[in-house]
């Protein structure tokens, strides 16, 4: 079985999890009693997503056996898009209003250099933006174990965070580290750490991002629970990948997921109505189920529709928000129209996300990645790298096939 073919399901469940937060999206601008009240659909791409991440990226990381190769590959597929994004997301602002979350001064630029926004309590220029905060603190926090040599207690870490949300629910009702100082300071630290990473302070440099990411995730994230609860999941994730490869227990999944199933119930700071225990719940087992589904398909060929969805799935994910909030623009507000009409724009609509997402995913993700790949490829590992106890030679995943993997980032509630 070819790599691709192997590693098709990921990107399958990528292209699902794409859909289901576009339709979060878009369904109250079309027809409202469409959208389910007894699940989040956008939550649950969000887990799909995260569950994916979880997965294959301490695998990419320990694949590689060397963090500069890591993040070099980490920081040219993420920001060349996100940063176009965010330009795309500024002229929009000439038509519709920049989002009042976000800040008019250093906090609000360093939180998006950093990416850190919803940890640093910073709105992002475009909504969804929020996930890949998590995604980042993920990425640190992955990175300082693996520096230490003590990533493959997976199973541990999900528990971990599980219990951190349910006791975060308990008592932290707001972030503790308020003001724009942890949005400057966190991206500030960023920039030096990402820095120190690529010279031979990088031992150093992990320990300190990944001190600063837990550090943030408790004291400065809009909701402390939902923080940990979320980078539960996605050990838990990780967790799956270590059993699969015979190096960890099944068990802490389900310990995980219980944890996290019950952290919104007596925490202070869970009013959404998405978070309450049976449409939290059915949330969070569905997307573990299309999960496992996914992962029980693996071997057989899956449609190319869900593949190519998948491929593009973090173009779609960021650009479906910009383009959607110029769409009342240009032809009115679509509740104001007959249904037929409204039927009609939604259509035209995803075609147009669709091709656009295509053409930066070809024109600008593709690009950015493969110079990313030419310098990891010119890269030489200095004497001594990796440090003591973060050798690859551990991994049992090959590491042509983890460099080659993107980022399962991608998600968002509106």
Known sequence: MTTSTR???LDALRGIGALAVVAEHLLPW??????PTF???GMYGVVVFFLVSGYIIPASL???GDVRAFWTSRLFRLYPLFLLVCAIALLVGLWVPIREQVPRDASGVLAHVSMLLDVVHVGGLADPMWTLSYEMVFYLVVTALFVKGVHRFSGWYAIAFGGLAVVAGLVIGAPWLGGPWPAVVSGVVFVAGMVALFTRMATAAAYVLGAMALVLLVGSSYVPWF???ILAMMFAGTAIYRWEKGTGPLWPVFAAFALVAISPAWAIAAGWWWVQPPVWITTLVLAGATFWAGRALRHRTLPRVFVWLGLISYSVYLVHHPI???VPIVFGHMMSKPLGERVLLAAGY??????VSWATYRWVELPAQSLGRRLVKAQTSPAGWPPNGSSSSSSNWPSSSASSLPSGAGGGTG
């Open 7 to 9: 590693l098709a399901w």
């Open 30 to 35: 079309v027809y409202p009693p469409l959208r």
């Open 39 to 41: 699940m989040n659909v």
């Open 62 to 64: 320990e694949g590689r």
């Open 227 to 229: 923080g940990a609860a």
């Open 324 to 326: 959607l909030r110029m």
């Open 350 to 355: 995803l075609a147009v996300v669709l091709l």
